[in-house]
């Protein structure tokens, strides 16, 4: 059974940075392209960064320059570098495989506010 946990979710102030880390279990992490996806209140989920199994990455235009999406294949481990973080960016944020499976974690909050 595939799962997926998020944290590194927070209060941050615009123009900070965050770090998100999801952990992954009950699938072989390595074989597949993984995503951040997010979801803001009153909106649809969408995706924001894409890594593919050799690593090369995809972004939103919403996030592009600012977000670096990373994957550690050994500790099954996907991790969302947030920077010049925006209110816009205010979402609760998740991973899943890319296709998404149906198995999403509870995802992490990302609140940017003064």
């Known amino acids: 059974q595939v799962q997926f946990v998020e944290s590194g979710g927070g209060l941050v102030q615009p123009g900070g940075s965050l770090r998100l880390s999801c952990a992954a279990s009950?699938?072989?992490?390595?074989?597949?392209?993984m995503a951040w996806y997010r979801q803001a209140p009153g909106n649809q989920r969408e995706w924001v960064a894409i890594?593919?199994?050799?690593?090369?990455?995809i972004y939103a235009d919403s996030v592009k320059g600012r977000f670096t999406v990373s994957r550690d294949n050994a500790k099954n481990t996907l991790y969302l570098q947030m920077n010049s973080l925006k209110p816009e960016d205010t979402a609760v944020y998740y991973c899943?495989?890319?296709?998404?499976?149906?198995?999403w974690g509870q995802g992490t909050l990302v609140t940017v506010s003064s």
């Open positions: 899943n495989q890319r296709p998404a499976l149906d198995a």
């Open positions: 009950g699938s072989i992490f390595r074989f597949y392209a």
């Open positions: 890594i593919i199994q050799g690593g090369s990455t």
